[in-house]
């Protein structure tokens, strides 16, 4: 560890593995530098990614849900369900957020003609303009924010992240089904 940070500048990351190794040798604590980091970093990435979104009037739980409708494809609609999970929130949060959406005119329930007991959620048209507007906004913010890395560098923190990404994700799989079973 030693080697790698003294090719590079020392982050508040580093000054807290020191301590720790003062103060608990006996503690292997190089996982806690890439966690550490990957915290810091979603910290300060959502600050910028909320500044981004305060300029068309929105928090970031507004436009991800905004944008999940819009990825959909016309007619911009989803379940419940199928919001809430790809979301990752419970339903009662879902029907919270929703509400508030509803009351700003951004979606609106529909009838699923698949299933006259349910509603779909869709986005009407002025929260499809929004989230188109938004969305240009976000990806040029986005992009800003990630500027400062060479290109390599960026593909091989994408790679490394993305490896990172599927073994969580095959993790809680496990977890899930184990509390499941």
């Not at 530098?33 to 970093?41: L, S």
């Not at 040029?140 to 890395?149: D, P």
């Not at 790679?159 to 799989?173: C, G, W």
Request: glycine share 4%; charged share 30%; with cysteine.
């Amino acid at each position: 560890m030693k080697d790698q940070s003294s090719q590079r500048q020392r982050d508040a990351v580093d000054v807290i593995l020191e301590q720790w190794q003062k103060e608990r040798p006996d503690l292997d604590v190089s996982a806690m530098g890439p966690i550490g980091r990957i915290k810091r970093c979603t910290a300060l990435l959502e600050r910028r990614l909320e500044s981004g979104f305060a300029k068309f009037d929105l928090n970031l739980w507004e436009f991800d849900m905004l944008a999940t409708l819009r990825r959909a494809g016309a007619p911009y609609r989803l379940s419940p369900t199928e919001l809430f999970s790809a979301l990752m929130v419970t339903s009662g949060t879902m029907t919270h957020r929703l509400k508030r959406l509803e009351t700003r005119n951004l979606v609106e329930r529909a009838p699923n003609e698949q299933d006259a007991r349910s509603t779909l959620v869709q986005l009407t048209p002025e929260g499809l303009t929004l989230i188109d507007r938004a969305v240009e906004g976000h990806v040029e913010n986005e992009r800003l924010m990630l500027s400062a890395l060479p290109a390599d560098v960026l593909a091989g923190l994408d790679a490394h992240l993305s490896v990172l990404l599927q073994a969580l994700e095959t993790a809680a799989e496990r977890s899930e089904s184990t509390q499941a079973g």
